[in-house]
């Protein structure tokens, strides 16, 4: 059993920065890919990024490549999304998830995590 929490979110002017951080109960938090998806109003969750067990593969969904930095300390048991150069489109609520994943790619699919953060709002105003 994994608990998330995730902290980090806020309002900010676009163009700015935030990190989010998300702590991981449990012992095994290595063993697990985590992911970073965000839901706008009146939109699904979508995935924002996602990372593997030991931090070495990550993926990034093409509007926030080259703005977002997902990385993981294993150690504390926490995963981290530092945005940059925000834009209003990217207000949502964001969730951190996990799942006991081994392999060398995170999944992509939000049908693929089983544990949940209960979200943080980032707002970014124009």
């Known amino acids: 059993q994994v608990q998330l929490v995730e902290s980090g979110g806020g309002l900010v002017q676009a163009g700015g920065s935030l990190r989010l951080s998300c702590a991981a109960s449990?012992?095994?938090?290595?063993?697990?890919?985590m992911g970073w998806f965000r839901q706008a109003p009146g939109k699904e969750r979508d995935l924002v990024a996602a990372?593997?067990?030991?931090?070495?593969?990550?993926y990034y969904v093409d509007s926030v490549k080259g703005r977002f930095t997902i990385s993981r300390d294993n150690a504390k048991n926490t995963v981290y999304l530092q945005m940059n150069s925000l834009k209003p489109e990217d207000t949502a609520v964001y969730y951190c998830?996990?799942?006991?994943?081994?392999?060398?790619?995170?999944?992509?699919?939000?049908?693929?995590?089983?544990?949940w953060g209960r979200g943080t709002q980032v707002t970014v105003s124009s």
């Open positions: 998830a996990a799942v006991f994943h081994s392999g060398p790619e995170a999944p992509k699919g939000e049908y693929e995590y089983n544990y």
């Open positions: 990372i593997n067990w030991s931090g070495g593969n990550r």
């Open positions: 449990g012992r095994t938090f290595r063993s697990y890919a």
